[in-house]
Nanobody
Framework: DVQLQASGGGLVQAGGSLRLSCTVSGMSFVEYAIGWFRQAPGKEREGLSYITSRPNRATYADSVRGRFTLSSDKAKTTFYLQMDRLKPEDTAVYYC????????????????????????WGQGTKVTVSS
């Protein structure tokens, strides 16, 4: 089974930085779309960023563009969300999600900021930004 392990959350002051990690394990995949989402108390889940295997580039929501950076390691099994210039309104539980293909003949995941496009989810890591 595919497992996603998110980590790196914590407490940080406004203006500070955190780096979240998402490790994908359990099955070898061919193509991917990895997304980061967050959910603050009383609010809907918000898509922040995603990256696809082809093209290998990241897309960002307006709320985090210029402050957050999504990247991966060389093995393409761990994905990082570098969060800079954090604001109190960034406080939330952050989730990583994946859409994966395991065959070269399967359609490539297109990636999106919509949670329904992802099949696998990590357990969430809490980020608290103090003012």
């Amino acid at each position: 089974d595919v497992q996603l392990q998110a980590s790196g959350g914590g407490l940080v002051q406004a203006g500070g930085s955190l780096r979240l990690s998402c490790t994908v394990s359990g099955m070898s995949f061919v193509e991917y779309a990895i997304g980061w989402f967050r959910q603050a108390p009383g609010k809907e889940r918000e898509g922040l960023s995603y990256i696809t295997s082809r093209p290998n580039r990241a897309t960002y929501a307006d709320s985090v563009r210029g402050r957050f950076t999504l990247s991966s390691d060389k093995a393409k099994t761990t994905f990082y969300l570098q969060m800079d210039r954090l604001k109190p309104e960034d406080t939330a539980v952050y989730y990583c999600a994946a859409a994966l293909t395991f065959s070269h003949i399967a359609p490539q995941p297109r990636g999106s900021l919509t949670s329904n496009d992802y099949h696998y989810w990590g357990q969430g890591t809490k980020v608290t930004v103090s003012s």
